[in-house]
């Protein structure tokens, strides 16, 4: 059994406008906690990661709890159980859940430490870990959730998605494409762009960094944009809302763009088009359809057995390198749905 | 029969910025013209106000047909069928519609004039008829539809309205207190304060010239505001979406404090807390809720007649005064919903 516990600790709060770096988070070994009556030990295997995270890095109010400094930074992972002092695990198990930047995390019963209530079973994990994680994970819950349930498109529905090479946008997309909506993304370089339409089956894309936006859904979307999935926020956000169709539903699911401004970002202006076009703007969050998960696994599972759905995974290597793949997030480095691996799959898991 | 035709048309197009003014109209006379077959006259009595209008005399995008120059100014109104020439009215018929700023209006069968489509027959017409156009008119319709079938408020909810004492504010709140939420009015006076608490049953009211929006929001709505019926926009739109509870509905109804801004307003930044807070925006207008009207009217008709609504009409006496009646909607001078009376009621009106 190894007693190695390899970890990133938050260091400091980031300054108003600085960007995630190395510098925020201490590498260190700790030790591995023994496990209580009722808790489990897992060891990770692949970390997500989301621009949230940054955000509990931040002081000020959130969505979720913040990270202290002193604290392992949080991140959400698949990993498998290495002891169990449950009946509700058992060892070898595949779980996902809060896990951390660490290679083990010990989960407690109770409140006194890490919930092992953050953490559920993985019967159906398939290898390679990093697609159970992503794309059938809560990333994949996400697209399918906010988009079908909560955007409703039909199909022929102009579906606009943000940041579209990332993570959610990536997935978001290709969910619209197999429900038989027009998809066209934004993304920040051309082969981003290329990549989403040629790999992923977008019908068009923007590049918001050579291209005038404004002038582009003109033509792209002469009818208007149905569905608007928004990542971003700032100012193509609000370009984006003067082309909003009549009903239309704007789901903002984050806004990377405006994550680093320091003081009041600027807001869209254009939401007075949501009444021009009696359309709806809605926040949501994957945790609020939890009774919708099994579903949206079922057809997420079925749609990449079918080769329809592309799982869009973009691994980092190594533990040691997960503050430069959060960073990524946030420059445009990553394409897809970025992961650490911190250790190889283990061995007997399925296959799709 | 009279001749005589006083109208007010429109002279030239609002500058940027310039606020509603009489110099923009011209008054004048004109004929009333022959009724074609299949059309009726009829005779305004009760002319609406509506922040709206004003937008029609500007040029640019819009929910609704433009006024050109020369135009009489549209305006939804209450009238008396004069004369018909189609088995659809009878002489003495009581209508609402599109009339405009003029003592008679011809309403065309096609769509070679002002079409008869745009007016209604109101059988269950009362005296005075300017309740029957604003309370139990459009104006009620859209306080009940907007806030009971898009809102959705439960018994218990904060209801946040701003231009709470205007014409959709003063109402939109009384239905929220009917409701059983508990109710919280921004207005400009603080006599238009008291008159919201004191005379319509709003909770409380806050004084956006006087007091700090922020820490009175915190002190009244230390849970949140659940359901918030916008009309004013602008910055404090803004403030008041930082204070948002969970699931929160907020309606654009419209932004009469941006009205007059040239070039961008600015856009609510705390849009973020729809995210937050898993909030939905919705635009709507009253148009798209006719199916709702018969269900509104039965009610709004019941509540005024048990005393527990208010109707809250303001009359400007004369068409003369029609440039005064519209602008003072923007500086505040009207409480409650701004109507023009034109003519007297007719005789033989039925009461509540």
Redesign the interface.
Known sequence: MATRNRQWRLKRHPDPGEMMNRDLVAWGEGHIEEVPRGGILVRTHCLATSPAQFGYMKPG???FEKIHIGDVIRARGIGQVMESRTPDFSVGDIVTGSLGWQDYTCLHPESAGQSIKTVQKEPHAISPLHVTLGTLGVDGYTAYCELINVAKPKKGDTLLVTAAAGGIGSLVGQVGRILGCCVIGIAGTDEKCAWICDDLGFDAAINYKTEDIDVRLAQLAPQGIDVFFDNV?GEIM?TALAHIALHARVI????ISTDYKEG??????????????????????VW?HIEDWPDASRHLRQWVKDGVLIPTEDITEGLENAPDALASLFTGGNRGNKIIRVAPDPEGLGIL
């Open positions: 109010p959130g969505l926020g609000n903002i699911c984050g806004w009041p970002i600027p807001g869209p202006s254009n939401y007075t088009h949501l009444l021009l076009k009696r359309a709806s703007m809605i926040g949501t969050i609020d």
